[in-house]
């Protein structure tokens, strides 16, 4: 029979591994209390480079002063939600993106809305995007190359909301969808007329949509149409497409 005798471990091994131990989880602790003070208590992280991108109509400064990002000067700890928060209070703003680039840049992207129409209540005008969103008052003789579409005594709408749904948030989306070859060519809209909606070109005649109904096949048919009448020069007076398979072209005498 072998016998096989245990051996023991020397006292100074075990000392030895507990002291690794404990410089190790000191180590740790300085690091991580280095790193801290280096992220939050020094400049090392400081934002001293502000980047606006995206913007045409609002000025920079402007954009800089309704985020608030310059009340903050850490770029760690700069509250990203409230500066998109703030950016977005202002009804052109649609989107906005921003991203740190350590050590010292934020980079803040916002996408302005484009106006599309200029609504008139009875002389009250606001400006209005693609969307139907209202972006602001405007005086009646500004954005005259923009079509302007006639909402008569309907509720005056709210700036930064859509407009209500019903018959002026239709022609908008009509006109919305509208190559842009047509939609230059529009000086006036009204979607309140007893013919429906009615759109009245800067080249002198009307066209006439009718209700909202089948408004994409209206759209490319009213486009193929008045390229031709460019071209053979008739004298129009008007275009009938409210019956999309019977369109009918009026001719002034």
């Known amino acids: 029979m072998v016998s096989v005798r245990k051996l023991k471990r020397h006292p100074d091994e075990g000392n030895l591994f507990k002291k690794i131990l404990l410089a190790a989880v000191i180590f740790c602790f300085a690091a991580v209390a280095f790193l801290v003070y280096f992220c939050f208590f020094t400049d090392a992280l400081s934002v001293s480079d502000i980047r606006m991108r995206g913007n045409s109509s609002l000025p920079e400064e402007y954009l800089r002063g309704l985020s608030g990002v310059e009340s903050y000067e850490n770029l760690l700890t700069l509250p990203v939600r409230v500066l998109d928060k703030n950016l977005r209070m202002n009804p052109w703003i649609s989107d906005v993106d921003i991203e740190r680039e ?28 693609e969307e139907a969103f209202v972006l602001e008052k405007v005086e009646a003789h500004q954005h005259e190359t923009l079509p302007r579409i006639n909402a008569g005594n309907t ?3 709210s700036i930064g909301l859509r407009l209500p749904s019903g018959a002026v948030s239709d022609c908008v989306e009509v006109i919305r969808e509208m190559p842009l070859f047509i939609r230059s060519k529009i000086q006036f809209a009204d979607p309140l007329s007893e013919k429906g909606l009615i759109f009245s070109l800067r080249t002198g005649y009307e066209i006439i949509y009718g209700g909202k109904a089948d408004y994409k096949q209206k759209n490319k048919l009213v486009e193929a149409i008045v390229k031709e009448i460019q071209r053979s020069k008739r004298n129009v007076a008007y275009l009938d497409v409210s019956v999309v398979d019977c369109p009918v072209v009026g001719t002034k005498p």
């Open 102 to 129: 350590l050590p010292h840049t934020l980079i803040i992207t916002v996408k302005e809305r484009e106006p599309l129409a200029v609504v008139d209540y009875g002389g009250a005008c606001f400006l209005v995007d």
């Open 155 to 157: 509720r005056i709408p």
